[in-house]
């Protein structure tokens, strides 16, 4: 299984961007996704998750801004960016939990 992903750039503080990840495989429908965040000289951090059955769980920081969704029949995962902040500024991993896979990563940078 591949998992790329693609979407990020540079966008000015309060806009909106949509992350995608494509994933390689047939039992896409099966596995629990999520989107992770490394800034610059920080940890990895959740960003959000949904399971296969559709659950989704966000991070604090992003809970009414950024939302989580999945397309089974195209195998995509994607992520709705909205009001975006500068501490929003990171490499977006997409994710796969069983078993652990990560995609390449996508840059977002918000400028202020």
């Given at each position: 299984v591949q998992l790329q992903?693609?979407?990020?750039?540079?966008?000015?503080?309060?806009?909106?961007?949509?992350?995608?990840c494509i994933v390689s495989g047939s039992t896409f429908t099966n596995y629990d996704m999520g989107w992770y965040r490394q800034a610059s000289g920080k940890q990895r951090e959740l960003v959000a998750a949904i399971s296969s059955g559709g659950s989704t769980d966000y991070a604090d920081s992003v809970k009414g801004?950024?939302?989580?969704?999945?397309?089974?029949?195209?195998k995509m995962l994607y992520l709705q960016m909205n009001s975006v902040k500068a501490e929003d500024?990171?490499?977006?991993?997409?994710?796969r939990?069983?078993?652990p896979t990560w995609g390449q990563g996508t840059q977002v940078t918000v400028s202020s």
């Amino acid at each position: 299984v591949q998992l790329q992903a693609s979407g990020g750039g540079l966008v000015q503080a309060g806009g909106s961007l949509r992350l995608s990840c494509i994933v390689s495989g047939s039992t896409f429908t099966n596995y629990d996704m999520g989107w992770y965040r490394q800034a610059s000289g920080k940890q990895r951090e959740l960003v959000a998750a949904i399971s296969s059955g559709g659950s989704t769980d966000y991070a604090d920081s992003v809970k009414g801004r950024f939302t989580i969704s999945r397309d089974n029949a195209k195998k995509m995962l994607y992520l709705q960016m909205n009001s975006v902040k500068a501490e929003d500024t990171a490499v977006y991993y997409c994710h796969r939990y069983v078993p652990p896979t990560w995609g390449q990563g996508t840059q977002v940078t918000v400028s202020s």
